[in-house]
């Protein structure tokens, strides 16, 4: 199974609640304060977390890195690109019921930029690559997902429909089942899942894997169930703010993702995408007034 990160920072975030005990006071513990953490030592972080420096090497593995030395450097290395791009990252995500519009403005805006700043940060081109040439070439597409997911999913077909990629979504679990279970080798099964627990869709996408389509996952949780079942793991960073939790939050990463491989789709089809807009734009130019 592939996997793109969210940032390692987002990646913390996201996965640290979920991590055991002793390793979830580390990942809190360097979300709270990265700039420190890239600063302490293996002892300085151990005490401070009131762990051991085997649980911080333990800790370092378990991210993929050969030891704390190097997940020091990851962290220096993110901490400086963000403070170069962001704008304002300071500010919290907390909205009262007295703020003033502009400030809304700027909260929302802020937590969509870092989110997908993030997620932009931890993607794969060689994932991206394998899924658009898999999606170009395939005979049939099945997109499924949820909620704000479906609602990313159904704006992912829309595009490849208009390029002319035989491409399906579902608005229940039993339709995409028995769609996914026709899939075969060469064809594409994604699935969409902020939390990665969504038993629909990962069902759907166990049911496409078992016919030998390549199946696709695009959640915030890299170690969900949905990342276990797919060939390829996109993982997208979350930012909340009141009145909009991770789910909602999500939607605008996972659309960055989308956008992404849809964009190679077009580049890896040019002269058929050409035609197909030119054809599609044309047939409705009558209903568009001047």
Sequence with gaps: MSSSGGGLLGRLRIEGPTMPGALAKIAAAIVEDPEAAAQASIVDLAEATATSTATVTRFSRALGFKGYAALRVAIATETGRAEQARWETDISGDIHPGDSLDSVLKVIATADTRAIQATAAGLDMGDVERVSAAIAAASRVEIFGLGSSGAAGREMAFRLERIRIPVWTRADSHTALTNAALLGPGDV??????????????????????????????????????????????????????????????????????????????????????????????AVAAHRRH
């Excluded at 069902?203 to 890299?222: K, M, Q």
């Excluded at 991770?246 to 960055?256: F, V």
């Design 189 to 282: 099964a994604i699935g969409l899942s902020h939390s990665g627990r969504t038993s629909e869709v990962i069902e759907t996408l166990e049911e496409a894997s078992g016919h030998g389509a390549l199946t696709v996952a695009v959640t915030s949780y890299p170690r969900s169930p949905l990342a276990e079942v797919a060939d390829v793991v996109f993982v997208t960073s979350v930012h909340e703010t009141t009145f909009r939790v991770a789910a909602l939050s999500a939607l605008h990463s996972a659309l960055l993702v989308l956008d992404l491989i849809y964009v190679a789709v077009a580049q890896r089809t040019y002269e058929r995408t050409t035609e197909a807009f030119e054809l599609t734009v044309r």
